[in-house]
């Protein structure tokens, strides 16, 4: 991939998404015009701070019997950025790299409120950049979307330049596909602008009602979605939700698409389907919402990385839902799927060293490209 204007050096990419499963960690090496991924690891995030970010991150009152809400983002902040400086120093170590090889850590935090459509739009991600820079003596860039904010911008997705960087092909149409929390494309027409958007959930809920039926963190292979039958009812009621009808730049969180906003679908169906069922629906409601905003000009191939191009009855319901498209992992791009979004924060955070833009506003809507976060000197 070309990378002829960074500087040449290690760089350190975290990341946390909205499914609040683990902290990715990849080590990148940016040398002779090419930016590639060294070593990499993912930290399972706790389950009980996993459960205090997903309280956190549900809009709503605070709960009466619950702790007091700025106490607690003020631990959060604290707690995750612990933690995030724990993944650094364990990748470092398994990989046996010195920390005064790593020019710096791209760190992206843990977002707890993406409101970019609301009065006073503003995107909050935790995990002290402080403490990272203190306890692993790395430079660490962090806080990069809320540059793009105050541009105008959605300050989401940020990944479609490194998707352009890593998988665009002169000849053939592509677009990206990440399957985190939410899912994002990122188109690739050649010859023309990037463009990129989220398209609804991907694994959110999917992930939530796992939790709550199986009692496990997620459909392991999306098993439990392919014995159900799609529900076509609430299906159509979900296709319904106003987010997905808005033309890009558009992106979204976990506070749109929230067990609260299922169970009053449910409520409103007038029938309860199985709980298989409703697992069948929320996966084809993940491949459609994706492949109707493919379907004007499909791709020659979609590119699929993050948690959910593991999962083959979604990669399976994609591929059938886009006949004329070549549906595949990013690993067949030598990347793996888990590793595509740390790595596209490390990315990041040398270009903001290198003094170059990060945000791509035919994506954002922001009035210009801009140098985006701020540096933690080690
Ligand atoms: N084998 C699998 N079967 C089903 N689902 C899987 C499998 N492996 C991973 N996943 C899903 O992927 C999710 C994690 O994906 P990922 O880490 O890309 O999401 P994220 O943390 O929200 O990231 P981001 O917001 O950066 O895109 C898990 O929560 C799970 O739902
Ligand atoms: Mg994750």
């Known amino acids: 991939m070309a990378a002829a204007s960074l500087l040449p050096g290690y760089y350190l990419g975290l990341m946390s998404g909205t499914s609040m499963d683990a902290v990715d960690a990849v080590l990148a090496v940016a040398e002779a015009g090419t930016f590639r991924v060294h070593a990499a690891r993912a930290e399972p995030l706790p389950g009980p701070v996993a459960e205090r970010l997903r309280r956190l991150a549900l809009p709503g009152p605070a709960d009466p019997a619950g702790p007091d809400p700025v106490d607690e983002l003020g631990a959060l902040d604290r707690l995750v950025g612990e933690l995030f400086a724990a993944a650094a120093k364990g990748l470092l170590a398994?990989?046996?790299?010195?920390?005064?090889?790593?020019?710096?850590?791209?760190?992206?935090?843990?977002?707890?409120?993406?409101?970019?459509?609301?009065?006073?739009?503003?995107?909050?991600?935790?995990?002290?950049?402080?403490?990272?820079?203190e306890h692993t003596g790395i430079t660490v860039v962090a806080d990069f979307r809320r540059r793009d904010v105050a541009l105008g911008g959605q300050g989401a997705p940020l990944v479609p330049a490194f998707h352009a960087a890593v998988f665009a092909d002169p000849r053939e149409y592509r677009a990206v596909l990440n399957l985190g929390g939410?899912?994002?494309?990122?188109?690739?027409?050649?010859?023309?602008?990037?463009?990129?958007f989220d398209t609804g959930p991907a694994n959110t809920l999917l992930d939530a009602?796992?939790?709550?039926?199986?009692?496990?963190?997620?459909?392991?292979?999306?098993?439990?979605?392919?014995?159900?039958?799609?529900?076509?009812?609430?299906?159509?009621?979900?296709?319904a939700h106003p987010f997905?009808?808005?033309?890009?730049?558009?992106?979204?969180?976990?506070?749109?698409?929230?067990?609260?906003w299922l169970d009053a679908e449910l409520a409103a169906l007038g029938h309860a389907p199985a709980p298989a069922d409703v697992q069948a629906t929320l996966g084809e409601f993940t491949a459609r919402t994706v492949a109707e905003m493919l379907a004007p000009r499909p791709p020659a191939r979609l590119v699929a990385c993050g948690g959910g191009a593991r999962n083959p009855h979604l990669m399976g319901r994609l591929g059938a839902l886009l006949p004329g498209t070549r549906v595949e992992s990013s690993a067949a791009y030598s990347i793996d799927p888990g590793h595509v979004e740390a790595a596209a924060f490390a990315w990041?955070?040398?270009?903001?060293?290198?003094?170059l833009p990060g945000n791509l506003p035919s994506v954002t809507g922001a009035r210009r490209a801009a140098v985006l976060g701020a540096v933690w000197p080690a």
Do not use: M
């Not at 609301?118 to 909050?124: E, G, I, N, V, W």
């Not at 496990?216 to 076509?232: I, K, L, Q, S, Y």
């Open 244 to 260: 997905l009808a808005l033309p890009p730049p558009k992106s979204t969180g976990p506070e749109e698409f929230s067990p609260a």
């Open 182 to 196: 939410i899912a994002n494309l990122t188109l690739l027409p050649p010859g023309e602008a990037v463009t990129g």
């Open 348 to 355: 990041l955070a040398a270009r903001t060293l290198a003094g």
């Open 94 to 133: 398994e990989a046996g790299v010195a920390a005064s090889e790593v020019r710096a850590i791209g760190s992206h935090g843990q977002t707890l409120r993406h409101r970019p459509r609301s009065p006073h739009p503003f995107t909050l991600q935790v995990g002290d950049p402080n403490l990272v820079a």
């Open 209 to 239: 009602w796992a939790r709550r039926h199986l009692g496990t963190p997620c459909d392991e292979d999306g098993r439990w979605a392919a014995a159900g039958r799609v529900d076509e009812a609430l299906l159509h009621r979900l296709l």
